[in-house]
């Protein structure tokens, strides 16, 4: 069965750092997003990307993020300049197309940022 | 702006008892409803879904019904097994013209015990 993947599984870094998150969506799903889940709070969206731009971003999405996809396949999440409150879990997710439903998700990304 | 909100926890149930797990929404429009589950250490899985009023998702031995009249999506099991202990969130889709973000309840842990 076709899933999302994600790399790294877990990742420590120094606070003002860039880091690059990424994701493998679903072969042939059109609509990709990022959430976040900050240690025991909800699940929070932060950008959606559709055809090669972005959809919609959360308040939460500054100009320290921002999103790309470089080929076929790798959807990325690039933070500039870390800072402590970045550290949670990142969640990729893709989705088929405008008419289907469920949104499909990766394992998720540990970001740590001391 | 649309909102999700679950009943808080953690819920601590025996083996073979009846689960309930409140969610109400507040939403333009007509969204789409979803519970996701998230296992210790794992990703969100879609556990079940209704596109409209009065549908009833499914999956598991788990159940909601979509209650427009009380903007309610319950989640309900007859009978709870340890393996079903997990984080459960409730989550709404909305606007589809802006990519169809989720927006996800602030989730409630189930613990199973033997």
């Known amino acids: 069965e076709p899933e999302v993947t994600q790399t790294p599984s877990h990742q420590v870094?120094?606070?003002?750092?860039e880091v690059i998150l990424r994701c493998v969506p679903i072969s042939n799903h059109l609509y990709f997003y990022w959430y976040r889940q900050i240690l025991g709070q909800k699940v929070e969206f932060l950008v959606s990307f559709y055809n090669n731009e972005i959809s919609e971003k959360s308040e939460i999405f500054d100009d320290q993020f921002s999103v790309e996809r470089p080929d076929g396949s790798n959807f990325t999440l690039k933070i500039r300049s870390t800072k402590l409150e970045d550290s949670?879990?990142?969640?990729?997710?893709?989705?088929?197309?405008?008419?289907?439903?469920?949104?499909?998700?990766?394992?998720?990304?540990?970001?740590?940022?001391? | 702006?649309?909102?999700?909100?679950?009943?808080?926890?953690?819920?601590?149930?025996?083996?073979?008892?009846?689960?309930?797990?409140?969610?109400?929404?507040?939403?333009?429009?007509?969204?789409?409803?979803?519970?996701y589950?998230?296992?210790?250490?794992?990703?969100?899985?879609?556990?079940?879904k209704a596109t409209k009023a009065d549908d009833k998702g499914s999956n598991k031995g788990f159940e909601a019904t979509y209650r427009?009249?009380?903007?309610?999506?319950?989640?309900?099991?007859?009978?709870?097994?340890?393996?079903?202990?997990?984080?459960?969130?409730?989550?709404?889709?909305?606007?589809?013209?802006?990519?169809?973000k989720l927006i996800f309840g602030q989730g409630t842990e189930l613990s199973v015990k033997p």
């Open chain 2, 68 to 100: 427009k009249e009380t903007t309610s999506f319950h989640l309900e099991k007859g009978s709870v097994q340890v393996s079903d202990s997990a984080v459960y969130f409730c989550a709404l889709r909305g606007n589809y013209n802006q990519g169809g």
């Open chain 2, 1 to 35: 702006g649309d909102s999700v909100t679950q009943m808080e926890g953690p819920v601590t149930l025996s083996e073979e008892a009846f689960l309930t797990i409140n969610c109400t929404y507040t939403a333009t429009g007509y969204p789409s409803l979803f519970w």
């Open chain 2, 37 to 48: 589950v998230q296992y210790p250490g794992e990703g969100l899985q879609l556990l079940l």
């Open chain 1, 88 to 114: 949670a879990m990142y969640f990729c997710a893709s989705l088929a197309g405008a008419g289907e439903e469920t949104q499909y998700f990766g394992p998720g990304t540990r970001l740590l940022v001391l």
């Open chain 1, 13 to 17: 870094t120094q606070m003002g750092q």
